[in-house]
């Protein structure tokens, strides 16, 4: 039965990821290439946060609270990396590339103009990753054998009134999906920054907003090891509409086309119309037109010509002028 649950979980705190991959990167190789790569910036930010860490911890008493800030300077920062990483392989390409000939990878040196879409990609990549550090532990311990946090309560004797219990998998796997679809907005928010940082005055403000929004869900996801489960949960949603909403705007939408979105998305949601589509598809495909007899085709045809034979003859004696007309 635990491997069960494990399964479950990790389905569905990777269905919402996995629906995007197939959407938008599957197709595309060299995006599977900047997706598994801002997989590698999150690794290496988070190891110089380890590094940090055990650096501090030698010295301070307690360095939660620090460790918790530098850890998210250091993601925001490899954001800021991986952009003019990006934008360096951008120039080389273009260098190497002659006028009017295709680019050897499309996908890198269209970041003019898809960049939205790479920070979608690449964002991606730092979300998946980022989820599976944080959910693999709790997964492979519900997995069997025991009971998460029944060992700590026989040796003190008494339960901690903060746990989650039996809703600890469904916590687990909420906070796995808002972190994945989090780092997406987060990494639109600051590669739109980084390339209007030359440019405009108050390009530091989407970059801002990636902080400060940073910051915020770590704070409040400190606050479930106190029982505010619910509270937490419907903030940090809360903040996410916010941040896809300001990425809307950032890629050129507006608030009503952003709110159009969701109220038809729910719509095409309860009325199945993706299975709709796929069944109707699938019909189309198998349903054939039965072919008519020879005969009937040769028949119709050869009357179709001589009636328009006699008809054309017919015409240009009646009317001679018209086809000195047409010769002209």
């Not at 219990?165 to 997406?184: E, M, N």
């Not at 809360?238 to 719509?267: D, E, H």
């Amino acid at each position: 039965m635990g491997y069960l649950l494990t399964i479950a979980c990790y389905i569905a705190s990777f269905s919402p990821a996995v629906a995007l991959f197939y959407s938008f990167i599957a197709h595309d190789p060299v995006r599977i290439i900047l997706f598994f790569l801002g997989s590698f910036f999150w690794l290496v930010s988070i190891l110089f946060s380890s590094l940090a860490w055990m650096g501090l911890s030698s010295i301070l008493p307690d360095t939660f609270l620090m460790s918790l800030a530098l850890c998210i300077f250091a993601q925001e920062f490899s954001r800021v990396a991986y952009f003019m990483l990006l934008k360096k392989a951008q120039k080389g390409l273009n260098k190497i590339t002659r006028q009017g000939q295709i680019s050897v990878a499309p996908g890198v040196s269209d970041l003019h103009n898809a960049r939205h879409m790479l920070a979608l990609v690449c964002g991606l990549g730092m979300g998946v990753i980022s989820a599976l550090f944080y959910t693999m532990n709790a997964f492979a311990i519900f997995s069997g054998p025991g009971t998460i946090g029944l060992p700590l309560a026989l040796e003190t004797g008494e339960i901690d009134p903060n746990r989650a219990g039996k809703f600890l998998p469904l916590c687990y796997v909420l906070s796995a999906i808002l972190l994945t679809l989090f780092h997406v907005t987060w990494t639109i928010m600051v590669w739109d920054m980084c390339h209007k940082i030359d440019r405009l005055p108050s390009a530091f403000v989407p970059g801002a907003a990636a902080l400060v929004s940073h910051l915020l869900v770590a704070f409040l996801s400190s606050l479930n090891a106190r029982g505010f489960y619910i509270i937490v949960f419907s903030v940090q949603f809360l903040v996410l509409l916010i941040c896809i909403a300001y990425c809307n705007v950032i890629m050129g939408g507006t608030i009503q086309t952003f709110i159009n979105g969701i109220g038809q998305s729910l719509v095409d949601a309860v009325t199945l119309k993706q299975i709709r589509t796929w069944i109707d598809e699938r019909k189309l495909r198998t349903q054939r037109v039965p072919d008519e007899p020879m005969t009937e085709r040769g028949g119709s045809g050869s009357g179709g010509l001589e009636g328009g034979d006699s008809g054309g003859g017919a015409g240009g004696e009646a009317n001679p002028s018209t086809s000195n007309t047409v010769d002209a």
